[in-house]
């Protein structure tokens, strides 16, 4: 509840920056993973 009540609060403007950091992350996250175990594949050989 005391969530709810704090986004309530929150401009929309701090809410899509906020948006976007999260976006941001989880695109990073997926770009990341696939990136690491293709150097690393090219590196075992």
Known sequence: ??????FQLIPDIN???Y???IVTFLV???FYIPLS???SDL???
């Open 19 to 21: 948006l976007a950091q």
């Open 28 to 30: 990073g996250i997926v």
């Open 1 to 6: 509840m005391a969530m709810y009540i704090g």
């Open 15 to 17: 809410f899509n920056f």
């Open 43 to 45: 590196s075992k050989e």
């Open 37 to 39: 175990t293709l150097m």
